[in-house]
């Protein structure tokens, strides 16, 4: 039945006007999703006192009915509500306006709701110029769907919220017993601490002892020195005859191993290496080559990868900006194509699969859109061009 049902949407025609609906335009069922969904609950209470008259003790969901209510016709409340939509989704609305056609739209939509970011979404689709009734039946049910995934979390929610209170009370009592043990140890350090002093105490009196024995050293040094004013110079003439001895016992050792080494055999001199030959560039002379899609400020780089190896260069950015019905032309007149996929629309990948599976034309399909990724595309083309 849901298949049937589906079916019977797809066969309703595309709308093929430009201009947006507006919120009083909007099917009956759609009113209670958007202004739920779109318009937050102050902004509700706000839009309510300032337009509608009420009798001072309505709840929030006797003002969402009344908004409801008036959204269905074309009446101040509704404009108010269209102008704050529109004011609040302007990003989301100039978003959606890409999608050109319904199946697009549905894409995006689908997209924008991944994402998490629903009441834009929602606004921008269901008043785009695009948007049928089977498109906006589908994009209200998934809308209830949600809702109904909300409310559970919410019930889970709760739950866990009950968990964690009972969680949170037992760690109050670990807390209250850690805090006892942190006090007593606090006591404790403060007997180390005043331990430490006492030792640090006599630390300080055992340097000044030192302190005083050093002082006395350096008197009798002085004493000493002004006693044997030559003793610093002896002491450096002794240090330098011991660094000669060494110095010649070394040379000596030296002198006797190479009066005893036996003359050794001079190697063979080491054959050349014979240079590797550099790879010969790639040549496609009078070969003309298509690049579809890739990104627009490596297209320059492209076009002279191409036309270094003798080739022309034709180049369609894949549904950019670039018309699909100028692909075919082109795909024509190519000898070679490089599709970058990952930069193109679904109908020009497509268009080219098509045209090179019909013609028996060579085509490389490079997923990364990038320079060296193109080159090497363009050097697989060229060894399997015969």
Same mark, same amino acid.
């Given at each position: 039945?849901?298949?049937?049902?589906?079916?019977?949407?797809?066969?309703?025609?595309?709308?093929?006007?430009?201009?947006?609906?507006?919120?009083?335009?909007?099917?009956?069922?759609?009113?209670?999703?958007?202004?739920?969904?779109?318009?937050?609950?102050?902004?509700?209470?706000?839009?309510?006192?300032?337009?509608?008259?009420?009798?001072?003790?309505?709840?929030?969901?006797?003002?969402?009915?009344?908004?409801?209510?008036?959204?269905?016709?074309?009446?101040?409340?509704?404009?108010?509500?269209?102008?704050?939509?529109?004011?609040?989704?302007?990003?989301?609305?100039?978003?959606?306006?890409?999608?050109?056609?319904?199946?697009?739209?549905?894409?995006?939509?689908?997209?924008?709701?991944?994402?998490?970011?629903?009441?834009?979404?929602?606004?921008?689709?269901?008043?785009?110029?695009?948007?049928?009734?089977?498109?906006?039946?589908?994009? =209200? !049910?998934?809308?209830?769907? #949600? &809702?109904?995934? /909300?409310?559970?979390?919410?019930?889970?929610?709760? *739950?866990?919220?009950? %968990?964690?209170?009972?969680?949170?009370?037992?760690?109050?009592?670990?807390?209250?017993?850690?805090?006892?043990?942190?006090?007593?140890?606090?006591?404790?350090?403060?007997?180390?601490?005043?331990?430490?002093?006492?030792?640090?105490?006599?630390?300080?009196?055992?340097?000044?002892?030192?302190?005083?024995?050093?002082?006395?050293?350096?008197?009798?040094?002085?004493?000493?020195?002004?006693?044997?004013?030559?003793?610093?110079?002896?002491?450096?003439?002794?240090?330098?005859?011991?660094?000669? =001895? !060494?110095?010649?016992?070394? #040379? &000596?050792?030296? /002198?006797?191993?190479?009066?005893?080494?036996?003359? *050794?055999?001079?190697? %063979?001199?080491?054959?050349?290496?014979?240079?590797?030959?550099?790879?010969?560039?790639?040549?496609?002379?009078?070969?003309?080559?298509?690049?579809?899609?890739?990104?627009?400020?490596?297209?320059?780089?492209?076009?002279?990868?191409?036309?270094?190896?003798?080739?022309?260069?034709?180049?369609?950015?894949?549904?950019?900006?670039?018309?699909?019905?100028?692909?075919?032309?082109?795909?024509?007149?190519?000898?070679?194509?490089?599709?970058?996929?990952?930069?193109?629309?679904?109908?020009?990948?497509?268009?080219?699969?098509?045209?090179?599976?019909?013609?028996?034309?060579?085509?490389?399909?490079?997923?990364?859109?990038?320079?060296?990724?193109?080159?090497?595309?363009?050097?697989?083309?060229?060894?399997?061009?015969?």
């Amino acid at each position: 039945m849901a298949d049937l049902c589906c079916a019977a949407h797809a066969a309703l025609p595309h709308t093929t006007g430009s201009r947006r609906r507006r919120l009083w335009e909007l099917g009956s069922h759609a009113h209670c999703p958007v202004v739920g969904v779109c318009v937050p609950l102050e902004r509700v209470r706000v839009l309510a006192k300032k337009l509608l008259v009420l009798q001072g003790d309505e709840d929030d969901y006797t003002l969402h009915c009344s908004l409801v209510t008036a959204a269905a016709r074309r009446n101040a409340v509704s404009e108010a509500l269209q102008k704050d939509l529109e004011q609040r989704f302007a990003l989301d609305v100039r978003s959606a306006v890409q999608a050109k056609c319904r199946d697009s739209l549905m894409i995006w939509w689908r997209n924008r709701a991944a994402q998490g970011e629903i009441a834009g979404a929602l606004w921008a689709t269901l008043t785009h110029a695009r948007c049928d009734e089977w498109l906006e039946m589908r994009v =209200l !049910g998934q809308v209830h769907m #949600l &809702q109904h995934q /909300v409310g559970a979390a919410q019930r889970i929610d709760v *739950a866990r919220h009950r %968990e964690l209170a009972i969680e949170h009370q037992a760690l109050a009592r670990d807390y209250a017993e850690v805090q006892q043990r942190v006090t007593s140890w606090s006591f404790e350090r403060a007997r180390e601490q005043q331990a430490w002093e006492q030792e640090r105490m006599q630390l300080r009196a055992a340097q000044i002892s030192l302190q005083t024995q050093l002082a006395q050293a350096n008197e009798q040094l002085a004493h000493w020195q002004a006693v044997r004013p030559d003793l610093p110079e002896r002491e450096a003439l002794r240090e330098r005859l011991a660094e000669q =001895l !060494g110095r010649n016992q070394a #040379l &000596q050792r030296e /002198v006797n191993r190479l009066a005893s080494r036996q003359p *050794a055999e001079t190697a %063979e001199p080491a054959a050349p290496v014979e240079e590797a030959l550099p790879d010969e560039p790639v040549k496609l002379e009078r070969r003309v080559v298509l690049c579809v899609g890739g990104r627009g400020g490596s297209v320059p780089q492209y076009r002279q990868a191409v036309e270094d190896c003798g080739a022309q260069f034709l180049h369609h950015d894949g549904g950019s900006e670039h018309k699909p019905a100028q692909l075919e032309p082109q795909l024509a007149a190519a000898d070679l194509v490089i599709c970058q996929t990952g930069c193109i629309s679904h109908d020009a990948y497509w268009r080219v699969k098509d045209h090179c599976k019909r013609h028996g034309k060579r085509c490389v399909f490079v997923e990364t859109p990038s320079r060296s990724a193109f080159e090497r595309a363009l050097t697989q083309v060229a060894m399997e061009t015969p």
